[in-house]
């Protein structure tokens, strides 16, 4: 069965044009309060000038199913010129000639037409599948724009999402360790998967020792503990590239802390916040994850140990299925009762909360609320195949580290158990925390 057929088993054609409607107005969202200046921004080297991201949403979708798919000619003569995120060195696209703001959205708005024209008029297995990959790949940017907002200290965005004080409430820490067996894991996904990115190709067996992982991923309580305790200052806890790194960032603390008399303050867009000890901490790089775990005699999980504690069943004699989970409670599609994503909660909740979400082992908020760093390197699966968007992984195998489980402005279209995030460890600007496991 083709990639498409599989898609729209899953969805019907209008469910997919809803999607691709849905996910354009999020990003409109996310910039509509923003001043022309905002919108353009300073230049720094882990964002992008609001004013090019939202373009170059609509440029992929371009690209991929209108002009790939669907045949057509450009939307605009010198889109490649300006939105071609491969060809366009981060640093220039602050000193591109870029369309005004109503010029800008008149792009993106035509694009957006044009596709579900496409999509209405003439489905074909390519126009199905490039609507759906150029959906999900503006759900990934429009996370981008959310800690750009938080990265530059704006406001926190108005999206008009109503939310019920019974599903973001408190729930407070979960404390203790899982015990997981040890066995074989089939890592990564399988031709059957209704959509799968390329490095998700494709499942493989890999032999899972056993192993403890905590419950819920680590609080800001926890990480003050190590803060307090000097561990940005001695080497000891941290690896060369790590040290290396905090010494040249003069590092001393988590990003958007800061300390008020005795206590600690965190920044949440424009506002300051005493620290809330029961939230996951967040915004904090691989280097920071790791230096935490060496701190406190504990380690990151392996990818393959986060995906066995979040998506594998026990079987009836205590040891691994090879039964996997899309989500962690199971096929369900996410909802605000067992995770926070979406920007359902407008930031991250307790670790207690959403027990309903539970993974089989008793392991809480798998997805959603914040992603998860793992000790593994980013890398090809055996058996992958690369898409027809080359740069979505290729490009970044063996320099970047895995991270799992989406944060609380991921999709939940985009999410499940086996989705592989990857950034560089130095990153700290995106909404990334971490769980430990025992040694």
Same mark, same amino acid.
């Given at each position: /069965?083709? @990639?498409?057929?599989?898609?729209?088993?899953? /969805?019907?054609?209008?469910?997919?044009?809803?999607?691709?409607?849905?996910?354009?107005?999020?990003?409109?969202?996310?910039?509509?309060?923003?001043?022309?200046?905002?919108?353009?921004?300073?230049?720094?080297?882990?964002?992008?000038?609001? =004013?090019?991201? +939202?373009?170059?949403?609509?440029?992929?979708?371009?690209?991929?199913?209108?002009?790939?798919?669907?045949?057509?000619?450009?939307?605009? %003569?010198?889109?490649?010129?300006?939105?071609?995120?491969?060809? +366009?060195?981060?640093?220039?696209?602050?000193?591109?000639?870029?369309?005004?703001? @109503?010029?800008?959205?008149?792009? &993106?708005?035509?694009?957006?037409?044009?596709?579900?024209?496409?999509?209405?008029?003439?489905?074909?297995?390519?126009?199905?599948?490039? %609507?759906?990959?150029?959906?999900?790949?503006?759900? /990934?940017?429009?996370?981008?724009?959310?800690?750009?907002?938080?990265?530059? !200290?704006?406001?926190? $965005?108005?999206?008009?999402?109503?939310?019920?004080?019974?599903?973001?409430?408190?729930?407070?820490?979960?404390?203790?360790?899982?015990?997981?067996?040890?066995?074989?894991?089939?890592?990564?996904?399988?031709?059957?998967?209704?959509?799968?990115?390329?490095?998700?190709?494709?499942?493989?067996?890999?032999?899972?020792?056993?192993?403890?992982? %905590?419950?819920?991923?680590?609080?800001? *309580?926890?990480?003050?503990?190590? &803060?307090?305790?000097?561990?940005?200052?001695?080497?000891?806890?941290?690896?060369?590239?790590?040290?290396?790194?905090?010494?040249?960032?003069?590092?001393?603390?988590?990003?958007?802390?800061?300390?008020?008399?005795?206590?600690?303050?965190?920044?949440?867009?424009?506002?300051?916040?005493?620290?809330?000890?029961?939230? $996951?901490?967040?915004?904090?790089?691989?280097?920071?994850?790791?230096?935490?775990?060496?701190?406190?005699?504990?380690?990151?999980?392996?990818?393959?140990?986060?995906?066995?504690?979040?998506?594998?069943? $026990?079987?009836?004699?205590?040891?691994?299925?090879?039964?996997?989970? @899309?989500?962690?409670? !199971?096929?369900?599609? $996410?909802?605000?009762?067992?995770?926070?994503?979406?920007?359902? *909660?407008?930031?991250? &909740?307790?670790?207690? %909360?959403?027990?309903?979400?539970?993974?089989?082992?008793?392991?809480?908020?798998? +997805?959603?609320? &914040?992603?998860?760093?793992?000790?593994?390197?980013?890398?090809?699966? @055996?058996?992958?195949?690369?898409?027809?968007?080359?740069?979505?992984?290729?490009?970044?195998?063996?320099?970047?580290?895995?991270?799992?489980?989406?944060?609380?402005?991921?999709?939940?279209?985009?999410?499940?158990?086996?989705?592989?995030?990857?950034?560089?460890?130095?990153?700290?600007?995106?909404?990334?925390?971490?769980?430990?496991?025992? =040694?």
């Amino acid at each position: /069965m083709s @990639p498409s057929h599989r898609i729209l088993d899953m /969805m019907s054609l209008e469910e997919l044009g809803n999607h691709v409607a849905d996910a354009r107005a999020r990003a409109l969202d996310l910039m509509s309060n923003l001043s022309d200046e905002q919108l353009l921004g300073p230049k720094l080297d882990c964002v992008n000038p609001g =004013r090019w991201e +939202i373009g170059h949403h609509a440029w992929f979708q371009s690209q991929w199913v209108l002009r790939n798919a669907a045949g057509q000619d450009r939307v605009r %003569a010198d889109e490649d010129y300006l939105y071609d995120s491969m060809e +366009i060195d981060h640093a220039t696209r602050w000193d591109l000639p870029l369309p005004s703001r @109503p010029d800008t959205l008149g792009y &993106v708005d035509e694009v957006l037409q044009r596709t579900l024209a496409v999509l209405r008029d003439n489905p074909s297995d390519e126009v199905v599948y490039h %609507a759906l990959y150029s959906t999900l790949h503006e759900d /990934m940017h429009t996370e981008a724009l959310t800690y750009t907002r938080q990265t530059h !200290g704006w406001p926190a $965005p108005t999206l008009g999402i109503e939310i019920d004080p019974d599903d973001v409430g408190g729930n407070g820490p979960l404390p203790g360790d899982v015990e997981i067996p040890g066995g074989a894991l089939q890592l990564g996904s399988s031709p059957v998967d209704p959509f799968v990115f390329d490095n998700e190709k494709w499942a493989h067996p890999v032999e899972v020792a056993p192993f403890s992982v %905590a419950r819920a991923a680590l609080t800001q *309580a926890e990480f003050a503990e190590f &803060v307090d305790a000097g561990g940005y200052t001695d080497a000891k806890y941290w690896t060369d590239a790590g040290w290396e790194w905090r010494q040249s960032r003069e590092a001393e603390h988590p990003l958007h802390w800061r300390r008020n008399g005795q206590e600690w303050q965190r920044r949440h867009f424009d506002t300051w916040h005493g620290l809330e000890p029961h939230l $996951p901490i967040i915004h904090v790089n691989w280097f920071e994850a790791n230096a935490y775990c060496r701190w406190a005699d504990r380690r990151l999980p392996t990818e393959a140990e986060w995906e066995t504690a979040a998506a594998v069943e $026990p079987t009836p004699d205590g040891g691994l299925s090879q039964d996997k989970r @899309p989500y962690p409670w !199971g096929e369900g599609s $996410p909802s605000p009762q067992v995770a926070n994503l979406d920007w359902h *909660a407008m930031g991250t &909740v307790d670790v207690g %909360a959403l027990g309903g979400g539970d993974s089989p082992w008793g392991c809480r908020q798998m +997805i959603g609320n &914040v992603w998860e760093w793992t000790s593994t390197d980013f890398g090809p699966f @055996p058996g992958f195949e690369v898409d027809p968007y080359k740069d979505y992984s290729l490009p970044w195998f063996h320099t970047r580290k895995v991270m799992r489980g989406g944060c609380w402005v991921t999709r939940s279209r985009l999410i499940r158990t086996q989705y592989r995030n990857f950034m560089t460890p130095d990153r700290r600007d995106v909404l990334t925390g971490f769980r430990t496991c025992g =040694r």
